[in-house]
């Protein structure tokens, strides 16, 4: 929006120009999300407390220890997430772009799913929430819809063609299956970041140093000269959504705050399905849907032990890990919760430097 009110005025006024600079908008969407989580966070806590009294019910066959530490925390956090990016990016993204409303359409329709979900979980005081298949009819619905909107903006055959990192002359083209492998991205990326979101700060930062990454990308892949020089795939006008990605490291940051260890309040699904289909999203539109999965390797990883304990319980009778998704294993081994989150953390930045080695290695 107010890239729009200041661009008649770029040539007489100095900020109004400044303004037009992508970097400064991405820069300024980062600090108003952060601030404005700061200044409402604690007011939503409070009203969350009041309004969902016991807190987001704990699973009775999760860690011991949740039943104690977690018990009475009020979830459904993700609402102050998903204001603040949605405002900061309205605030400061070129309203015109197709690909800002695209992401923000598919964020906004994951969180509303989540919000529904958690929902249900406070109004039966159960952990158990919308059922599996409502959950995903709704999440393939939206996927492949914004998948196809993504497609028809992006021009030529990198619309509906599958980079492959590293091979810069390498374009899988997938013609019509395109809007299900994107959709299968996004929903993946989304239910990845839900598994991971278990302990206090564990989704959020990985969260966070994901859009980080993926906010140069967009700058980089929108950029000609950039793009040029890297020998990536140039998709013209994709840069916005570094406003997009900016804005989820500022809301990401101003949630951290509070819910760092001891957390004071969760995220819940409302949080969580909405920042994995982010990500999942700005992949597709940039891209780097295999990427990805490199960046984020660490919910991939979460996810495929959840998967793996699952087929080989059914398969054998007996579990590989003590308990899933993964974290929950290292609970079990005695780890402290804090010595957990660090070094997934550590993983993630590990992770999300060979994820930007993909941009140069060609």
Same mark, same amino acid.
């Given at each position: 929006?107010?890239?729009?009110?200041?661009?008649?005025?770029?040539?007489?006024?100095?900020?109004?120009?400044?303004?037009?600079?992508?970097?400064? =908008?991405?820069?300024?969407?980062?600090?108003?999300?952060?601030?404005?989580?700061?200044?409402?966070?604690?007011?939503?806590? #409070?009203?969350?407390?009041?309004?969902?009294?016991?807190?987001?019910?704990?699973?009775? $066959?999760?860690?011991?220890?949740?039943?104690?530490?977690?018990?009475?925390?009020?979830?459904?956090?993700?609402?102050?997430?998903?204001?603040?990016?949605?405002?900061?990016?309205?605030?400061?993204?070129?309203? #015109?772009?197709?690909?800002?409303?695209?992401?923000?359409?598919?964020?906004?329709?994951?969180?509303?799913?989540?919000?529904?979900?958690?929902?249900?979980?406070? /109004?039966?005081?159960?952990?158990? +929430?919308?059922? @599996?298949?409502?959950?995903?009819?709704?999440?393939?619905?939206?996927?492949?819809?914004?998948?196809?909107?993504?497609?028809?903006?992006?021009?030529?055959?990198?619309?509906?063609?599958?980079?492959?990192?590293?091979?810069?002359?390498?374009?899988?083209?997938?013609?019509?299956? *395109?809007?299900?492998?994107?959709?299968?991205?996004?929903?993946?990326? /989304?239910?990845?970041?839900?598994?991971?979101?278990?302990? $206090?700060?564990?989704?959020?930062?990985?969260?966070?140093?994901?859009?980080?990454?993926?906010?140069?990308?967009?700058?980089?892949?929108?950029?000609?000269?950039?793009?040029?020089?890297?020998?990536?795939?140039?998709?013209?006008?994709?840069?916005?959504?570094?406003? *997009?990605?900016?804005?989820?490291?500022?809301?990401?940051? @101003?949630?951290?705050?509070?819910?760092?260890?001891?957390?004071?309040?969760?995220?819940?699904?409302?949080?969580?399905?909405?920042?994995?289909?982010?990500?999942?999203?700005?992949?597709?539109?940039?891209?780097?849907?295999?990427?990805?999965?490199?960046?984020?390797?660490?919910?991939?990883?979460?996810?495929? /032990?959840?998967?793996?304990?699952?087929?080989?319980?059914? =398969?054998? +009778?007996? #579990?590989?890990?003590?308990?899933?998704?993964?974290?929950?294993?290292?609970?079990?081994?005695?780890?402290?919760?804090?010595? %957990?989150?660090?070094?997934?953390?550590?993983? /993630?930045?590990?992770?999300?430097?060979?994820?930007?080695?993909?941009?140069? %290695?060609?």
């Amino acid at each position: 929006m107010l890239y729009d009110l200041a661009r008649p005025f770029a040539d007489q006024i100095q900020l109004a120009n400044l303004i037009r600079y992508l970097t400064f =908008r991405s820069g300024a969407a980062c600090m108003t999300a952060l601030i404005l989580s700061l200044v409402l966070g604690p007011a939503l806590i #409070r009203w969350l407390k009041s309004v969902q009294g016991s807190g987001q019910p704990i699973r009775p $066959d999760g860690p011991e220890s949740h039943l104690l530490t977690k018990k009475g925390t009020p979830t459904m956090g993700g609402v102050l997430i998903l204001s603040t990016l949605t405002v900061s990016t309205l605030l400061w993204a070129d309203l #015109r772009n197709q690909y800002v409303w695209a992401v923000l359409t598919l964020t906004l329709g994951y969180g509303a799913i989540g919000f529904i979900d958690d929902y249900i979980k406070l /109004s039966k005081a159960s952990f158990r +929430g919308l059922s @599996g298949r409502g959950k995903l009819v709704l999440q393939v619905g939206l996927a492949v819809g914004v998948a196809i909107w993504i497609m028809s903006i992006t021009r030529g055959p990198l619309g509906t063609g599958l980079v492959v990192p590293l091979l810069k002359d390498v374009l899988i083209p997938l013609g019509l299956a *395109f809007p299900l492998v994107a959709g299968f991205v996004m929903i993946g990326a /989304s239910n990845a970041v839900n598994l991971t979101d278990g302990l $206090d700060g564990l989704a959020i930062v990985p969260t966070i140093i994901a859009a980080g990454v993926f906010a140069l990308i967009a700058y980089l892949v929108g950029n000609h000269v950039f793009a040029e020089y890297l020998r990536i795939r140039e998709v013209p006008g994709v840069g916005e959504l570094s406003v *997009f990605c900016s804005s989820i490291i500022g809301a990401g940051l @101003g949630f951290l705050w509070f819910n760092a260890p001891p957390a004071r309040v969760f995220m819940g699904d409302t949080g969580s399905l909405a920042l994995g289909g982010a990500l999942g999203a700005v992949a597709v539109a940039t891209k780097h849907e295999i990427v990805l999965a490199i960046v984020g390797g660490l919910f991939v990883v979460e996810t495929l /032990s959840v998967v793996i304990q699952v087929f080989w319980f059914k =398969r054998t +009778g007996r #579990r590989v890990f003590l308990m899933a998704p993964l974290h929950h294993h290292f609970e079990k081994k005695g780890w402290a919760e804090p010595t %957990i989150v660090i070094r997934f953390w550590i993983v /993630s930045v590990i992770l999300a430097l060979i994820g930007l080695a993909t941009l140069k %290695i060609r």
